[in-house]
Each structure stands twice: as structure tokens, then as C-alpha cells.
């Protein structure tokens, strides 16, 4: 039986308590099974970070998930951060250098909400801090009052751009979303192409235009993956490209 390919994770640095742990969402370790057919790997964010390099090395793809924390805003500006911005350097010391080495390797690469943001950074690109304070767009955030499925429940469509990743793997030219997110892309990455919007215009998805597989979404697709065919299909194209990594790789 052939082994299933191997998906680093980063981690998110969370203090509980007086201790600092290295944490991921449960939501995206099972989508990475249920969906990608995959075996996840966490792979821990420090300061300095460890060398990047050995986990590309070892893995066929990477995750970059979502996360309560924000990229402190130095990294993209010189705006400073609002009061009550949380941030985690560790994960920005790991994950904005990782962007651009996995493109290098040609190692697959699944970006999420700040994930999404990181790789929009990591080529250039700059945020929205707060996306509902600047004229003509949308307030993207979710209702922290309301039960999960509420919150994760699509809000709004995303057109997508015609022949693109996206478009072929829905199979129709829109769909509806969740939308948990207060910051957003303002000016796009260098070799980033647009995959979808949202109806105030606002980049919800972009592929890299390189060979290889880097596809970053705005939204959650790894909620309940199994239960909604598009976003199972993100995860399935994800693994599908691990899975031809991995094959190479053993080669």
C-alpha cells in the first residue's frame, strides 16, 4: 500500500496559562485526512525559526492555516497596529519565509485566511488591517455571538475568474462562502493571480502563476469538509498535488 503524502502544518503560538504551547486548529488536521487523504504533520514555529529548508526536505505539502492572531503590520507597512491586534512573531518568523522556499521546491501550498494573508505578504503584497473601514467594501467578520455553524455558514458568493483552478474544480462560475475575516488583501503579491472575488471586489482567492501548486482562499474550506463538494474539492486538488510530490520525491 502506498504511504499517504505528508502535510506540515505550523503552528500558532498560544500562551494557556503561564506557559507558551504550539497549537493547531483541530478543524484543518482532519481536513488534511478526510480531504486531502493526507498524513498532517505540526510543525513547530519558534524564534528563530527552525531550518526550513529540512522540513521541505521531509514533507509534500504544506498547510498554512487560519488563526486568531494577525501579521504584525511591519511586515507589509508602516501603519502601526491597532490597540488589541493580536499577533504571534514566531508564526510570522516561519511562515512568511516558508511561502517562498516551498514555491522554490516546488513543494504544494494551501493557504487559509491568514494564511492567505501570509503568502500575499510574503511576495510583496499588502493588508487591509480592518477591511470594513475603507469605503465600498463589505464588513467581512463573523458574529463572535453566534453558535459555530452559524458563524461558518456561507455568506456571500465569490465569482471566480473563468478557466482559473478554482472555476475547475466548482465547476460553475460562482459560489457561496463563509467569511471570517477582518483584514484583507490591498495590494496583491507579485506573481499572484486573482481566482475570485467577493461582490465588493475584494481578492478572496489567488493561485500562484509559477508551475507547481500554491492556491490561497479568504475563506474556511476546511470546515466540515466532507459535507460540502467545494470545498472537498479544494482539499482533494491540495492532496492530489501532494500526492504527485511525493511520488517524485521517492523517485
Request: hydrophobic share 40%.
Amino acid at each position: 500500500m502506498t504511504s499517504p503524502p505528508l502535510v506540515g502544518l505550523p503552528t500558532d503560538r498560544k500562551q494557556i496559562g503561564p506557559h507558551p504551547f504550539l497549537a493547531v486548529g483541530e478543524k484543518y488536521v482532519r481536513a488534511v485526512v478526510e480531504g486531502a487523504q493526507a498524513l498532517p504533520i505540526l510543525l513547530p514555529t519558534l524564534q528563530p525559526a527552525l531550518p526550513l529548508e529540512q522540513w521541505l526536505e521531509r514533507v509534500d505539502g504544506i498547510l498554512l492555516t487560519g488563526s486568531t492572531s494577525n501579521i504584525e503590520p511591519h511586515h507589509y507597512s508602516d501603519e502601526p497596529s491597532y490597540e488589541g491586534n493580536v499577533h504571534d512573531p514566531a508564526r510570522d518568523a516561519t511562515s512568511l519565509p516558508l511561502v517562498k522556499l516551498a514555491v522554490e521546491r516546488g513543494v504544494p501550498l494551501l493557504a487559509v485566511c491568514r494564511g492567505f494573508q501570509e503568502v500575499n505578504v510574503a511576495f510583496g503584497g499588502s493588508l487591509y488591517q480592518k477591511v470594513h473601514e475603507h469605503p465600498g467594501y463589505l464588513d467581512h467578520r463573523e458574529n463572535l455571538d453566534d453558535p459555530l455553524d452559524q458563524q461558518y455558514a456561507p455568506v456571500h458568493a465569490v465569482t471566480f475568474n473563468p478557466g482559473g483552478l478554482l472555476a475547475g474544480i466548482a465547476g460553475t462560475p460562482s459560489e457561496r462562502v463563509n467569511s471570517l475575516h477582518g483584514q484583507g488583501v490591498a495590494r496583491l503579491g507579485k506573481g499572484l493571480k486573482v481566482e475570485a472575488v467577493a461582490p465588493d471586489g475584494l481578492v478572496e482567492a489567488f493561485r500562484h502563476e509559477g508551475p507547481g501548486f500554491l492556491l490561497g482562499v479568504q475563506w474556511h474550506p476546511e470546515w466540515r469538509v466532507t459535507e460540502n463538494p467545494f470545498y472537498l474539492g479544494i482539499f482533494k486538488a491540495f492532496g492530489d498535488a501532494c500526492r504527485a510530490r511525493a511520488a517524485q520525491r521517492n523517485h
